[in-house]
């Protein structure tokens, strides 16, 4: 049990992250339409990025990543996942291999191998570095990378990265689409972001491009199914394993002042509760059980029995209009739902029940998404509950204030259709 953590964590103050520019450029329903019809470049360079190098590069992954790693080629991507020997995932992010033996990372997977080399047993170094990381996506995102680069681009497949040039500077072009849309995210070094962004502006003004603000930024992240952590998911952090990783990460990277904080419903005094795993993540297919990492014993045993399943809820409309409702009479309010979605860092957990009121699962942060005019939400659903339909409830609220009753069913996720890997060829200009 861990009752003070839980108090910690409930008690702490959400991060206000400086990233993603913003708060809104046009408005954040006219944003959020981008990837429905035109296209958005949106700004992530606030994630660390850290150059991997050395004999034994590769291996520090291979030892800490879920992922497999017989195939692996230069010039190629992979959404990689670390957890602890408890299966419960620390954090995900992109790794790109740029040689045999050199390699950048980025985000809290940048941060967790950093350290752990920085324990020493590899022939291998880390180096910061300092790059802007900027998506462009939607249905008209490929006429726009072809106008600012120059380059056909049909030739780069899914998750590979090749060299481009955009206003004079060198640039990677990694094929992705945190949309669920086709996209690419151009990586350079940070000095050249104001040039990058202007000529991608400029490219893509008679194609609709739209720049985006961190009002609306995750409902894409909500929409396509992309959990992130310590927003969709409480991060493991608390594992003994892990002890002394959070101090050394402050004093050799600016963590913006974010700490893990838990809001919501559910209540329970032990924080492995609150934690998730690479399979009720929705990420059990990249998980390789041909070579030796940390968490290998745990996970093989849950792929072989899982418990929990990755949905999408759509809360009842309704009942969302009584939580705003509730502003405008006497008493206590229900707990606010910001739209289009929270302004702050919260892994937000609020228990969904079945018909004779038994907790079936966890919720995560809810967002409104105006394409589909619904509120929306990532959760992990005992997997008798999960199926396309069911129909469920939300207790929304902090323990010990006025709580909401919400009706939530059961939806696909993604929510959206994943059109990611389109076939470029077929949708050139």
């Known amino acids: 049990m861990n009752t003070d953590l839980i108090s910690s964590l409930r ?3 959400p991060g206000y992250h400086p990233g993603w520019g913003g708060p809104e450029y046009s408005d954040w329903q006219d944003e959020q339409m981008s990837w429905k019809s035109t296209c958005y ?14 004999p034994e590069a590769l291996n520090v992954f291979r030892d800490t990543c879920i992922n497999g790693f017989e195939t692996f080629e230069i010039g190629q991507a992979k959404h990689i996942v670390q957890c602890t020997s408890d299966g419960k995932v620390i954090g995900d992010g992109i790794l790109m291999r740029l ?39 939607g249905p008209t995102a ?22 481009v040039t955009i206003a004079g500077h060198p640039v990677w072009a990694l094929r992705q689409g945190m ?22 502006l400029e490219a893509g003004h008679e194609h609709g491009i739209r ?45 913006y002042g974010l700490v893990s904080t838990i809001r919501g419903s559910f209540d329970s005094d032990d924080v492995n509760d609150y934690l998730q795993s690479p399979v009720t993540l929705g990420w059990g297919k990249s998980i390789r059980f041909d070579h030796e990492f940390v968490g290998r014993k745990a996970l093989e045993a849950e792929v072989a029995a899982p418990t929990k399943k990755r949905v999408t809820l759509e809360f009842d409309s309704q009942d ?23 302004q702050r860092w919260i892994a937000w957990a609020d228990k969904v029940i079945d018909g004779d009121g038994n907790t079936v699962g966890l919720s995560s942060s809810p967002g409104y998404s105006y394409y589909f005019r619904k509120v929306l939400s990532i959760a992990y659903i005992d997997v008798a509950f999960a199926e396309v339909g069911e129909e469920l409830s939300l207790i929304r609220g902090d323990p010990g204030t006025r709580q909401k ?11 959206k259709k994943d059109n990611r890997r389109s076939d470029l060829s077929a949708i050139s200009p």
């Open 41 to 54: 470049i949106g700004d992530w360079s606030f994630l660390w990025d850290v150059v991997v190098e050395g």
């Open 405 to 415: 009753t919400v009706r939530v069913t059961v939806a696909p996720a993604p929510y």
């Open 11 to 13: 008690g702490a103050r």
């Open 211 to 255: 720049r985006l603000g961190r009002r609306t930024v995750m409902i894409n992240h909500l929409e396509a199914a992309f959990p992130t952590g310590n927003w969709h998911y409480l991060k493991q952090s608390f594992h003994p394993e892990l002890a002394g990783s959070a101090e050394w990460v402050r004093e050799h990277f600016d963590t």
């Open 179 to 200: 949309a669920g849309e086709v996209g690419f995210e151009f990586h350079a070094a940070q000095e050249h972001a104001d040039d990058i962004i202007a000529a991608v």
């Open 99 to 137: 040689a045999e033996d050199r390699f950048i990372t980025q985000g809290v997977p940048a941060l967790h191998t950093s350290w752990v080399l920085s324990k020493g047993g590899y022939n291998a170094s880390w180096t910061q570095a300092d790059r802007c990381k900027l998506q462009v996506s």
């Open 320 to 342: 969302i209009v009584d939580i705003y409702a509730s502003l405008f009479s006497e008493g206590e309010p229900y707990a606010f739902l910001d739209v289009p979605h929270a």
């Open 142 to 163: 490929l006429a726009v990378c072809q106008k600012v680069t120059g380059e056909p681009l049909t030739d780069i497949k899914f998750m590979r990265f090749g060299d």
